[in-house]
């Protein structure tokens, strides 16, 4: 389990958002910023194209179809874990350069995690690592990487998704709660854990989910 300070603040939707600025010049700086939702119409729409084209042109049947979907989002959420925990959170001792490309890609969402233009890439970025990764997947897979590849860009818009709702609304009382207190956690109590966005699946799998603090004061409590 990794240590953490005493005390969660939750920041709910009703505090102020703030926006920092990376880049001097407007042109690059207003790259920066994005409306949800165009990647959320752009990679759904490429989700449900992928299964049409899937069923419809490459004559795959709708199980096959659905199943390497249905792994193309699960691999996503694996993908989505490991570039928060390994790029977004790289280490950068003693280097100014990886202090800058970091919080290019990532300091800057949390010194202002409720900037709703800066909560997805700009979508000249994605869409072009959309498409490699889309060429990738048939290379490998063929033309089943079509609806694997449809999935993974499904888990991708889902992910962004999930991550604007946490940080612009307030939690619901459901089940969902649960990733509004997950990634609450990576960002008000410590950010060596709790990568996962879309779901805590490959915290448990990786051992990184932190020790929830109320748990924790209550056994101390307790003792
Ligand atoms: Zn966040
Ligand atoms: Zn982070």
Redesign the pocket.
């Known amino acids: 389990m990794l240590p953490l300070p005493p005390k969660i603040e939750f920041v709910m939707a009703s505090s102020t958002p703030s926006s920092g600025r990376i880049f001097q010049n407007p042109i690059l700086e207003s790259l920066t910023k994005t409306h949800i939702a165009i990647p959320l119409v752009i990679f759904y729409g490429i989700g449900i194209a992928s299964g049409y084209w899937s069923v419809h042109k490459l004559n795959i049947a709708v199980l096959p179809t659905l199943a390497m979907y249905l792994v193309g989002a699960l691999f996503f959420t694996l993908i989505e874990y490991t570039a928060h925990r390994k790029l977004y959170h790289m280490g950068t001792a003693g280097s100014a350069r990886k202090v800058r490309i970091q919080y290019v890609m990532h300091g800057v969402?949390?010194d202002h995690?409720r900037d709703k233009k800066r909560?997805a890439l700009p979508p000249v970025l994605s869409v072009v690592l959309a498409a490699a990764f889309m060429g990738l997947y048939w290379l490998v897979l063929g033309d089943h990487g079509i609806a694997f590849g449809g999935g993974f860009m499904t888990g991708y818009a889902t992910y962004l998704m999930v991550?604007y709702a946490?940080?612009t609304m307030n939690p619901p009382k459901n089940i969902f709660g649960v990733l509004w207190k997950h990634?609450n956690l990576?960002?008000y109590v410590g950010d060596e854990g709790a990568f996962g966005?879309s779901s805590p699946l490959w915290d448990y799998v990786f051992n990184t989910m932190p020790e929830d603090p109320m748990k924790k004061r209550k056994s101390a409590a307790a003792v």
């Open positions: 969402h949390h995690p909560l991550h946490v940080h990634h990576h960002h966005v």
